[in-house]
């Protein structure tokens, strides 16, 4: 080949892999953009959902019936705080957990509902949370947990040694997400939970508290789906 035809033919291949070139880095920029805005209103749109799936469930307050049953946890066994918070689960994963109900007795009183309304979780609290969801629940002796987590500081901040969180239900509340509903029973004391004192607890959460939230939840949206 020929000096001239071999320039020729470079010009040729760079006249084509330039523009192709150009083509290629507008249409990364651009899928990165999309990519980006995709991330945010994805981000929107969980953060609305929150923020409606919690305002609605603030109300079961008003649900004596929970009340009574925590009640009757705290007559009978030696827990001394029991919170019912929320996580969203579905276009992302769960990053945030929302404090919906709490009670407490004999204790300083700590606003959990306030302090804990949309609170960003790190990895060690989100597994903690699947893992509960998948068994049914999990016992959490605080001085065993690792340092870092930002569980343990809540803990630690409150004063609590032992707590036992609970998988209360899950619900589907449009086509893409799902609401997921713990339960955390904590107590104060240096000794774990007896048998006893968790049979007591799953026996409330079974009877009255999950059917009092399903309760809630659909007479408040008819349209949210039964898991």
Same mark, same amino acid.
């Given at each position: 080949m020929e000096y001239t035809t071999i320039v /020729? #033919? /470079?010009? *040729?291949?760079?006249?084509t892999l330039i523009p192709a070139y150009w083509v290629h880095k507008e249409k990364k920029k651009n899928n990165e953009k999309d990519k980006k805005i995709a991330e945010l209103e994805s981000q929107l749109t969980e953060a609305n959902v929150r923020t409606e799936v919690v305002d609605r469930l603030l109300d079961i307050t008003l649900l004596s019936e929970i009340k009574t049953a925590v009640d009757v946890v705290f007559q009978e066994t030696s827990a001394d705080r029991y919170l019912i918070l929320i996580a969203l689960n579905g276009v992302t994963d769960f990053n945030m957990i929302s404090v919906i109900f709490e009670q407490h007795k004999g204790v300083d009183k700590i606003s959990a509902i306030a302090r804990y309304r949309n609170l960003k979780i790190d990895d060690e609290y989100k597994s903690m949370l699947k893992k509960a969801e998948r068994n *049914?629940? /999990?016992?959490?002796e605080v001085s065993q947990m690792p340092d870092e987590s930002i569980l343990k500081q809540i803990y630690m901040i409150e004063g609590v040694q032992h707590s036992k969180v609970t998988f209360l239900?899950?619900? *589907?509340?449009?086509s893409g997400n799902d609401v997921i509903v713990f339960s955390s029973l904590a107590t104060h004391s240096e000794e774990p939970f007896s048998s006893r004192d968790k049979t007591i607890a799953s026996t409330q959460n079974d009877a009255v508290i999950?059917? #009092?939230?399903?309760l809630m939840i659909e007479s408040t949206n008819p349209y /949210?789906? #039964?898991?």
């Open positions: /020729i #033919a /470079i010009i *040729g291949l760079t006249s *049914g629940d /999990i016992e959490l239900l899950r619900k *589907g509340i449009d999950v059917p #009092a939230l399903k /949210i789906n #039964a898991k």
